[in-house]
């Protein structure tokens, strides 16, 4: 019997051609245009097809990716990419997960992936001693800070309602509170509706001048809560907003749920890279005395998408929510990631984080990321010293956001309309690409500068660029 198997005769020349794809793309992602200019039905025209029941080959389809999808794909490794916070992912980040893909280990258990189990932990515990985290923690690779949070809003819950993830939620007495600041990310509420607590029982407290959670009003919120027959168990503290690059006040915010005996988890998707970062350490003061931690090595780490990590100070809580059988913990026992989150089959994210971080070393991502921070201090002066730019919140981080006022004589509505016309725009021209964001109510400019690539010029060329699209646009 003849066996009909998917192996290839034409591997090599395969292979050699997908990577020589991979490289172009990387060696040409500086050039126009940014954001590809072309619509939706014309996509569909060029790339959808019909289910194929007979193959064309694998060359014929890369020949095909490079003529009909390359042209379409957004180049966000481009220095001129300014948007979000999805960085430019590293190369050796790329090489490492090109390989990673190649061996395709499945760390679920040690046996299904031993050395990638162990580069798992190896990674995890880096992350660990990043952050101050000691030998008793623990952590797991996950999609990303969304599902980070997930996870340690998971621990929280299971350690302050011990068998919470058998019963559920359906024996409680008192409603469940979640805190965290008016401008936090939007995944803390999904983590809350997830778990059954609901986005209405997360307290949106507000932030004073500088973007940061209030403690004072955090503090009478939860008191008040009490008082109601409420039952406060998380503050979620942010390392980085979102639109402004924020940092919470960490160290404050963690005394006091020591205080209350509050589990305290820090979203640390956009700014965790920073904590390699002498600036970055200050800002975060006191992380480790945090409960868990997420944080986003496929933002300010420079690792290409998917990659989460989440941190739980004490391995043990990680273990007791996720465990798949009813063996209690033991310290000495060798990890099994099955007992560790919620996935089984899974992919080592964990490779291409020791493959990166090994070839360039944390030194030089330091440097990286301390001249990320310094270009958005420069874009920020910039910007001060321009008369027709405003600044809408302080540079805390990487984030820079702003606006363009022509003249006073501009309502605060038209001024947005201004802002998202001039972004328009710049993104059609393929110049550049920078989104928008609301700060106090106010469309910004928002520029990310959390890109390995920019340069001082490639900002220089951003605001010039921009300043003659807000001029021509506000005299028409
Ligand atoms: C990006 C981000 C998230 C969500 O992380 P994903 O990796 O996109 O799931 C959460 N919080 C903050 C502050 C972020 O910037």
């Not at 959808?48 to 890369?62: A, L, N, T």
């Not at 621990?155 to 008016?182: C, D, F, T, W």
């Not at 979203?267 to 944080?295: H, N, P, Q, V, W």
């Not at 010039?464 to 506000?474: A, D, P, V, W």
């Amino acid at each position: 019997m003849r066996v009909e198997s998917l192996d290839l005769e034409n591997m090599d020349i395969c292979l050699d051609k997908a990577i020589k794809v991979v490289g172009e793309y990387i060696k040409d992602i500086s050039s126009d245009p940014v954001i590809p200019n072309i619509k939706r039905e014309n996509l569909y025209d060029l790339v959808s097809q019909e289910i194929p029941f007979e193959g064309i080959g694998v060359e014929e389809v890369i020949d095909d990716v490079k003529e009909n999808i390359i042209p379409y794909c957004s180049k966000i490794g481009n220095p001129k990419f300014l948007s979000w916070i999805i960085t430019s992912p590293s190369p050796a980040g790329t090489i490492g997960e090109i390989l990673n893909v190649g061996l395709n280990q499945v760390p679920f258990c040690y046996k299904s992936g031993p050395a990638a189990t162990v580069i798992e932990e190896t990674v995890v515990s880096w992350f660990a001693n990043m952050f101050g985290y000691t030998d008793k923690s623990g952590g797991i690779l996950v999609s990303g800070g969304t599902m980070g949070t997930l996870t340690g809003l998971s621990v929280a819950r299971e350690v302050h309602i011990p068998g919470a993830m058998k019963k559920g939620l359906q024996n409680i007495k008192k409603p469940l509170v979640v805190y965290v600041s008016n401008i936090s990310h939007k995944s803390v509420e999904t983590a809350a509706s997830v778990l059954g607590i609901g986005s209405d029982f997360v307290r949106k407290i507000p932030v004073d001048s500088n973007f940061r959670m209030d403690v004072e009003k955090l503090k009478e919120q939860i008191e008040e809560d009490r008082e109601l027959g409420y039952d406060p168990f998380c503050v979620v503290a942010q390392a980085g907003t979102s639109n402004e690059g924020a940092v919470d006040d960490i160290d404050r915010i963690a005394d006091l749920c020591n205080e209350q005996r509050i589990w305290l988890h820090i979203d640390a998707a956009f700014a965790g890279g920073a904590i390699l970062t002498e600036r970055g350490k200050t800002l975060m003061k006191g992380i480790e005395k945090a409960d868990s931690i997420s944080t986003d090595p496929h933002k300010w780490f420079f690792i290409p998408v998917e990659a989460g990590c989440v941190l739980i100070k004490n391995r043990e809580h990680l273990y007791n929510t996720y465990r798949t059988s009813d063996k209690a913990f033991n310290a000495d026992e060798p990890i099994e990631y099955m007992n560790y989150g919620m996935q089984f089959t899974r992919m080592s994210r964990a490779f291409k984080i020791w493959f990166a971080f090994r070839a360039y070393g944390l030194n030089k991502l330091s440097k990286v990321i301390d001249t990320n921070m310094d270009l958005a201090q420069k874009f920020t002066r910039i910007i001060n010293e321009s008369d027709k730019w405003q600044l809408l919140c302080p540079t805390q981080t990487s984030a820079v956001c702003f606006r363009y006022v022509p003249n006073l004589n501009y309502s605060d509505e038209e001024l947005n309309k201004l802002q998202n016309s001039i972004l328009n725009e710049l993104e059609l021209s393929g110049k550049a690409f920078l989104a928008p964001a609301v700060i106090n109510g106010k469309t910004a400019m928002r520029a990310c500068l959390s890109n390995h690539r920019t340069s001082y010029e490639d900002l220089e060329f951003v605001f010039k660029t921009l300043n003659e699209i807000g001029e021509r646009i506000s005299k028409a």
